[in-house]
């Protein structure tokens, strides 16, 4: 038998008869399920300044999500903060399937304990069509970045991209998960 990541296992098993009975769906394919999760971390002035901060951020990025990340490019120019179309302002990664189910038990279990005075994450961060947003302000969190080679602190963006209908559908997918939210009832 293949190696299967425990939260995908936990989301065949677990998760699906659970969110079923909840809303009672008709069948497993209404059952709202994670498409992808992206991460994306601005570095803004500092990369215009520095083009080595890009490298860097690719390079920290990769280590994060186990999967080559991408420099995302300034779409227009900018003259008051000295940037010109397609210059690299930041990085990117899209994970899916097995590499995604990886990365959320990496994050649940070993990264977001060892964010400083954690209270919960927040739910705030829905936009109505299922998908959740939240910010993590320092990538050192992660065990996979050495703190000491590391030139600056940097936080990102982490985005969660379900099927669900609703954010209310979206969070309880995501609380199954195992997602510490600040008001979990």
Do not use: C, H, W
Not at 38 to 43: I, K
Not at 72 to 80: L, W
Request: proline letters at 3%; a positive charge.
């Amino acid at each position: 038998m293949d190696y299967q990541v425990t939260l995908k296992k936990k989301y065949k098993e677990e998760i699906v008869p659970s969110l079923m009975k909840e809303y009672s769906y008709k069948t497993v394919m209404q059952v709202p399920r994670l498409l992808k999760i992206s991460l994306n971390q601005g570095l803004g002035k500092a990369a215009i300044a520095d083009k080595k901060v890009i490298d860097q951020g690719i390079e920290e990025m990769t280590l994060i999500a186990g999967q080559k990340a991408v420099a995302t490019k300034s779409k227009k120019d900018i003259s008051n903060f000295k940037l010109r179309r397609g210059m690299p302002i930041g990085v990117r990664v899209t994970l899916r399937g097995e590499r995604m189910y990886e990365f959320l038990e990496r994050l649940i279990t070993a990264s977001i304990p060892r964010i400083r005075d954690f209270r919960g994450i927040n739910d705030k961060g829905f936009d109505g069509r299922g998908n959740y947003t939240f910010g993590i302000s320092e990538q050192i969190i992660f065990p996979e970045i050495d703190i000491d080679k590391i030139g600056r602190i940097q936080g990102m963006d982490i985005t969660f991209v379900t099927s669900a209908k609703t954010d209310k559908e979206a969070m309880s997918l995501l609380k199954e998960f195992g997602l510490p939210f600040k008001n979990q009832k």
